[in-house]
């Protein structure tokens, strides 16, 4: 025991070490302008000690270098035992102002907590990228600082200030606004705790590794509608039966979560050794299904790009609102049932992932041509420079 | 759980923040008023004007724009113009302090200001340590530091309640919220309701943390000295009392001996060879003129004094005194320029490097200006205490007095010849009974002058023609001891004894509490040195000391115990001499001495502790080694039993007790409810408050403020009703 006590205390000791060598990420320490001055004064009551050999000059230094000691142990005190947590309600909109809570507390028995900031970032990112940035040995210069400044120029940041005493076992939820500007995946950090407490001498960064990512949907936008042109019920043999749960039986399927149990066939449960369920054919045959490609040859402008991305959104949780919206299919992806809100929600993340698919191999079919031969069949088409038009069967039903 | 204490509102901390930062300027203010350099009223304008602003927060809004427009043009004015007029770089600065601080103790300051005044402010205290090197100083810059931290730590709060966002500027004329509706016994009745025991203690353990840590800071610092040194005080003039110049009137050494201040202390590192009444030799005046002692040009010339040197050390050349003790000697400011010196010696060393000149001839250490701080220096091979002086020079001198030339034979009388009369005629009584011996003719001259004068602080010198002090010597008026070695100057002179007036302090009290002599400005005195042909040394003679016979050791002793000072003010001194020689003294080899003793007590303690260990151990194991019969063994296991019984007796109490605690009893809410409840039959709504406050979960609670408040008001109801029913019936 006592062998590896001593060596957790040595590795202890060399990580102190090594994190004033290395400190870890957004661990700063930063003299304010008073710890400037304070530094100065040192070093000049410090280089009059010595010139005269006061040692009244010599006790003045020493004084400074015991507020500035006793302003690290405050300091380290203050943050001691504080615990905190990142609290994000998804689902998060672009446009749409959003709050990041955070859960404070001091689990200190007897010190109180003073004076903290919580910085917070948001930073958007692709799928498959790195959380935090790679090495930049191998980077040219001129490259790493245009990634840089790109990525600066995309995150948010800002900080939220506890203003009043967090006392020993106390809690408090502070809460960061920001407004998510564009759809697409965001990854919200708790980039340090910083404070100044206690003599603001020192401003003083912990670096965290709290995290989070979310997708942003996409932004709502306003549109008009055709009448006349909504969908329309099929007749004669051109009915397909599609899930509901009305009509008749159609089919069995596995439970999902959320489903009624009253659809729950035992009989068959009890023979398969799982939960399945009915599936019945839908009675309002008046539903679409939205079909969206994203073509870069088609959707060639990157903001006619975020249009259609928020128009698509819009319209399918109107449709889904009015219990019309059937299905929804991204590209060559399947039709995927929206039963749901989950349904919905799965969709509107996809949304907010979507990027303009690069054009396909020479003879091969793009647009609407490959499209899945149903009825009442949502697709999009630019139109003008700007605008978009939404089509069932042909008819122009909505445009932005 | 949270707690329920109050915080203070933002305007409440801006309040504190004001009040800390006028009391940071009125500490650094009154540093001024010790240090002598003529800005007194300048201080005292301050000082008011911080007050002002410190009680009616709200004034400083009634400064007109223009008037902070022109302030700091009029400040740098105002600074360019006194150092122009008074060419002092230091005294000058100061003022510029000065006036800044008062300009920012009366406008609301932002951020940055409270941290221009902690610099003003630590500037002060700093320049007036270093200058006075005062033991004040180590309690004002203590003071200066909680109060500086105390406001650093309140402006760091407040920004923090408003956001992160610093106090800004505030508007010109605007009076800002907190200031109009300041109000300072409810911010003391806050700070009273939001202290809690813990804090206070932890805030004043904190701060002597901070204390220690700085004084062991101030034991590791390496040091080493820089030659280079750069002087503070050479910006700051000083002048030292008239007596111990080279030049004095009748009058000027009485005129010290009023003042009770403590001119010097001197450690001896051998007290059993401290001397029972030492003369501390300072000034030697060779020249008599119409009441009027110098040294004369001659003595002052560079052929008795040497060159002026720039060193820590002086080496004298002399063997010194075999087994001589050593000397530390902590001259105050303000007394002389001359050092004060028992007698010959070997090595003289200052703290730093001095500019200096010494006579050995004269036996004089002078420095070249006057010291503005006290002034620190160790002598070493310096004999105790001897009434006579060896000068083989002036015995060179002496014996080739026929040629013509050289120096002065100390001869001289610079009188009238009436007056040269009247002084060899009170001679004649002594000189032929002493022949050619300087030791008897001192004391028969000495015995002669004080049968016809007595000794007194007030002395009368009659009116008349000649010189004054021939006229005493002729009458037989009292005199003070400046009367007395100028009439034994004259008379040896006359008798043709080389004599000269030797002017200093005499005697001073042994500390009992530090171990040190501490002359104070009560025992100047003057006496004359007479040239012994025969020893070839200069014999002190002091008319006003017996004949010497006080030379047994045990006599020595009875002396020294006579001037042994066990007084208050001894004790307050022997803190000051501390702070000399621990602090002011502390060097190189101090630090290497207490770094030693500090690694002999470590080892001490190791060993002792060691020792200890190992003894406790011998004895457990011979205790268990010892027999062991029945009635040992049932002695143990009745004392086993009554340990586990008294062990779970105070284990189970004090798990009740924490229960209790946790539940009830420990919350002062809850027993101030409860008491309130056993004494008041109030209406039921505050019975259920505070019923809710003794039994209830805290979260559930009403304001106890306000629930105990309206208990007192209605406690108070109570009382009135029987007394107003009794006056209607």
Redesign the interface.
């Known amino acids: 025991m006592s062998a590896t006590a001593a060596s957790g205390r040595r590795h202890l000791w060399r990580r102190v070490l090594w994190s004033l060598v290395w400190p870890s990420r957004h661990e700063r320490i930063q003299p304010t ?2 710890g400037v ?1 304070l530094i100065g ?1 040192s070093l000049g ?1 410090g280089t ?1 000690a ?14 400074l ?3 500035l ?2 302003s690290g142990v ?1 300091s380290w005190l203050n943050l001691r035992r504080l615990a905190w947590q990142l609290e994000i309600q998804p689902p998060l909109r672009a446009g749409q102002e959003t709050e990041v809570g955070l859960q404070l507390l001091n689990g200190k028995r ?2 109180p907590t ?4 919580f910085e917070f970032a948001a930073t958007p990112f692709n799928r498959g990228e790195p959380a935090r940035p790679e090495s930049t040995v191998t980077g040219r210069g001129i490259d790493v600082w245009a990634t840089l400044a790109k990525v600066q120029e995309a995150a948010m940041g800002g ?1 939220v ?5 967090l ?5 408090a939820r502070l809460g960061w606004i920001f407004t998510p500007p564009r759809r697409g995946l965001l990854r919200i950090e708790l980039l340090g705790v910083g404070s ?6 020192l401003r003083k960064l912990t670096g965290t590794d709290m995290r989070r990512e979310v997708p942003v949907w996409p932004a709502p936008v306003e549109y008009r509608r055709f009448s006349g042109a909504g969908p329309r019920r099929p007749s004669g043999d051109l009915q397909q039966a599609r899930a509901g749960n009305e009509g008749e039986m159609i089919a069995l399927r596995r439970y999902e979560s959320g489903d009624s149990h009253r659809l729950i066939h035992w009989k068959a449960s009890a023979r398969t050794g799982r939960l399945l369920v009915r599936q019945y054919s839908a009675q309002n045959s008046e539903t679409c299904s939205i079909w969206l490609t994203t073509d870069a040859a088609v959707w060639g402008r990157p903001e006619q790009f975020e249009l259609l991305m928020s128009f698509a959104a819009t319209l399918a949780q109107d449709l889904f609102c009015a219990g019309r919206l059937q299905s929804a299919a991204i590209d060559d992806g399947p039709q995927s049932p929206m039963r749901r809100v989950a349904d919905l929600e799965s969709f509107l993340d996809r949304l907010a992932e979507a990027q303009p698919r690069p054009a396909p191999p020479e003879g091969r079919a793009a647009g609407s041509e490959r499209g899945p031969r149903r009825s009442n069949l949502l697709t999009f088409e630019p139109e003008g420079a700007r605008g978009i038009a939404a089509f069932i069967n042909g008819n122009k039903t909505a445009a932005t | 759980m949270e707690t329920r204490r109050p915080r203070l509102s933002p305007d409440e901390l801006q309040l504190l923040r004001w009040l800390l930062g006028g009391v940071v300027m009125l500490l650094a203010i009154a540093t001024v008023f010790y240090l002598d350099i003529d800005s007194d009223l300048l201080a005292g304008i301050a000082a008011a004007g911080v007050l002002v602003a410190l009680a009616r927060p709200a004034l400083p809004a009634r400064v007109p724009v223009w008037g902070h427009r022109l302030a700091f043009p009029a400040i740098v004015l105002f600074f360019a113009g006194d150092l122009w007029l008074t060419g002092q770089l230091l005294p000058s600065i100061v003022r510029l302090d000065l006036l800044l601080l008062l300009y920012r103790g009366v406008s609301h300051r932002a951020r940055r200001d409270d941290l221009q005044i902690v610099v003003l402010g630590l500037f002060l205290i700093v320049v007036a340590g270093v200058l006075t090197v005062s033991l004040l100083f180590a309690a004002q810059i203590l003071v200066f530091t909680a109060c500086a931290l105390g406001l650093l730590l309140v402006v760091t709060i407040a920004a923090s309640s408003e956001g992160g966002q610093a106090p800004k500027l505030a508007v010109r004329g605007v009076v800002p919220l907190w200031a109009a509706h300041a109000d300072w016994g409810r911010l003391f009745r806050r700070l009273r309701e939001i202290s809690d025991w813990r804090i206070v203690l932890a805030g004043g353990g904190l701060f002597f943390g901070v204390i220690a840590v700085s004084g062991l800071l101030f034991l590791m610092i390496p040091r080493f000295q820089l030659e280079n040194s750069l002087f503070l005080e050479r910006f700051v003039t000083k002048k030292a009392m008239t007596g111990f110049n080279d030049s004095i009137k009748f009058g000027d050494i009485t005129e010290i001996t009023q003042d009770d201040g403590i001119a010097f202390d001197v450690d001896v590192s051998d007290p059993a060879q401290a001397p029972s009444r030492p003369y501390w030799r300072m000034i030697v005046l060779d020249q008599y003129h119409n009441g009027g002692f110098t040294l004369s040009p001659g003595m002052k010339s560079r052929d008795v004094f040497g060159r002026e040197h720039t060193e820590a050390n002086l080496r004298t050349g002399s063997d010194g005194t075999r087994g001589a003790p050593t000397w530390t000697f902590y001259l105050e400011s303000g007394v002389s320029r001359y050092l004060p010196i028992l007698g010959r010696f070997d090595v003289l060393r200052f703290r730093e490097a001095q500019n200096f000149r010494y006579s050995f001839d004269l036996l004089l250490v002078a420095l070249r200006d006057e010291p503005a701080t006290m002034t620190a220096y160790r002598v070493e091979g310096m004999a105790p205490d001897s009434n006579q002086l060896s000068d083989p020079t002036f015995a060179r001198r002496w014996r080739n007095r026929a040629v013509p030339g050289g120096l002065s034979l100390q001869l001289k009388l610079e009188l009238s010849a009436a007056d040269r009369a009247a002084v060899a005629g009170v001679t004649a009584g002594v000189a032929p009974a002493a022949g050619t011996d300087a030791g008897a003719f001192a004391q028969a001259a000495s015995a002669l002058l004080r049968s016809q004068h007595a000794y007194s602080l007030s002395p009368h010198i009659p009116a008349g023609l000649g010189d004054p002090l021939v006229r005493w010597m002729s009458s037989r008026e009292p005199g003070h001891c400046e009367l007395f070695a100028g009439a034994l100057f004259l008379m040896a002179r006359s008798a043709g004894f080389p004599a000269r007036v030797v002017t200093g302090f005499k005697g001073g009290t042994w500390n009992a509490y530090s171990g040190n002599y501490t002359i104070r400005n009560s025992d100047a005195h003057a006496w004359v040195e007479i040239w012994d042909e025969q020893r070839g040394a200069w014999l002190r003679a002091d008319p006003l000391e017996a004949a010497a016979g006080r030379n047994t050791s045990a006599d020595k002793a009875d002396a020294l115990a006579g001037m042994t000072d066990r007084s208050w003010s001894a004790r307050i001194n022997s803190i000051r001499v501390f702070w000399y020689r621990r602090i002011v003294n502390f060097d190189q080899q101090s630090q290497v001495d207490t770094l030693r003793a500090i690694k002999n007590a470590t080892d001490n303690s190791g060993k002792w502790l060691r020792s200890a260990i190992a003894g406790s151990a011998a004895r457990i194991k011979g205790w268990f080694l010892g027999p062991w019969d029945g009635a040992r063994i049932a002695r143990m296991a009745g004392a086993a039993a009554a340990a586990a019984g008294v062990a779970w007796i105070l284990v189970a109490g004090r798990w009740r007790i924490a229960a209790l605690g946790r539940g009830r009893r420990r919350d002062p809410v809850r027993r101030e409810a409860g008491r309130w409840l056993t004494r008041l039959d109030g209406p039921p709504a505050l019975v259920t408050d505070l019923q809710r406050l003794r039994y209830g979960a805290a979260p559930t609670w009403p304001r106890p403020a306000d629930v105990f408040r309206r208990a007192r008001q209605a406690a108070r109801s109570g009382r009135r009703r029987p007394s107003a029913s009794r006056s209607t019936s």
């Open positions: 302008l008073s001055v004064l009551i009059a010595y010139n005269s050999a006061s040692n009244i000059l010599f006790i003045a230094l020493s004084l270098l015991a507020c000691i006793l405050l007897y010190i003073y004076a903290l900031w900080s200030h506890l203003r009043t005493r006392d020993p076992g106390g809690e100044l407490f206690p003599f603001g001498f």
